[in-house]
């Protein structure tokens, strides 16, 4: 069965520093996403993303955090000038269509920020 | 905004039924979902449900929809050791593309 996978599973980095997650969602899908858990929270949904732009974001992802598909199947989440609170899961998800469609989730890349 | 809860916590013995709870507030909730997260791992979408719809059947796994409460439920049938997990409900509208998700229930299935 088609997953997402991402990469890498944990990342660890200094505060300040740039990191760029990587995600290559299923591959006939068209939405894209990225979520966060911090440890012990609820996951909170970042971004969505469909035809090469942000469809809808949260308040949490600000001008630190950007996403883009640099090729036809990558999608990536960079956070910039990391901070000790970004410290979290993110997940990645695609889905076939938008929200009448289930989106499926990859395993994870854990971030520890130091 | 939107809230999604479930209880933290469940605990049963192998063999028995698992019934994980979950009530949410949009009103405007198109699709529920529920999905599974072992340890280490992703969420697993499980299965899901339109909100026209109170039961949805999926071998072991019975999901049941009371719109006006706004309540979700999760049976596991004959529930086994490996069905030991934290299980997520979520919910998602025609408003956009984002899932609300709930804290996650922990099942733990005793031998």
């Known amino acids: 069965e088609p997953e997402v996978t991402q990469t890498p599973s944990h990342q660890v980095t200094q505060m300040g520093q740039e990191v760029i997650l990587r995600c290559v969602p299923i591959?006939?899908?068209?939405?894209f996403y990225w979520y966060r858990q911090i440890l012990g929270q609820k996951v909170e949904f970042l971004v969505s993303?469909?035809?090469?732009?942000?469809?809808?974001k949260s308040e949490i992802f600000d001008d630190q955090f950007s996403v883009e598909r640099p090729d036809g199947s990558n999608f990536t989440l960079k956070i910039r000038s990391t901070k000790l609170e970004d410290s979290a899961m993110y997940f990645c998800?695609?889905?076939?269509?938008?929200?009448?469609?289930?989106?499926?989730f990859g395993d994870g890349t854990r971030l520890s920020i130091l | 905004g939107e809230d999604v809860e479930q209880s933290l916590f469940l605990s049963v013995r192998e063999g028995d039924s698992s019934v994980i709870n979950c009530t949410y507030t949009?009103?405007?909730?198109?699709?529920l979902y529920w999905y599974k997260q072992e340890p280490g791992a992703g969420l697993q979408l499980l299965t899901y449900?339109?909100?026209?719809?109170d039961m949805k059947q999926d071998q072991r796994l019975t999901v049941l929809l009371n719109k006006k409460d706004k309540h979700l439920s999760l049976r596991i049938a004959d529930t086994q050791t490996g069905d030991s997990a934290i299980y997520f409900c979520?919910?998602?509208?025609?408003?956009?593309?984002?899932?609300?998700f709930g804290g996650g229930t922990r099942l733990m299935v005793k031998p």
């Open positions: 998800a695609s889905s076939e269509q938008g929200s009448d469609q289930p989106q499926h």
């Open positions: 591959s006939n899908h068209l939405y």
């Open positions: 993303f469909y035809n090469n732009e942000i469809s809808e």
């Open positions: 949009d009103s405007s909730s198109t699709y």
């Open positions: 449900i339109f909100s026209n719809m």
């Open positions: 979520a919910e998602g509208n025609n408003a956009g593309n984002m899932l609300t």
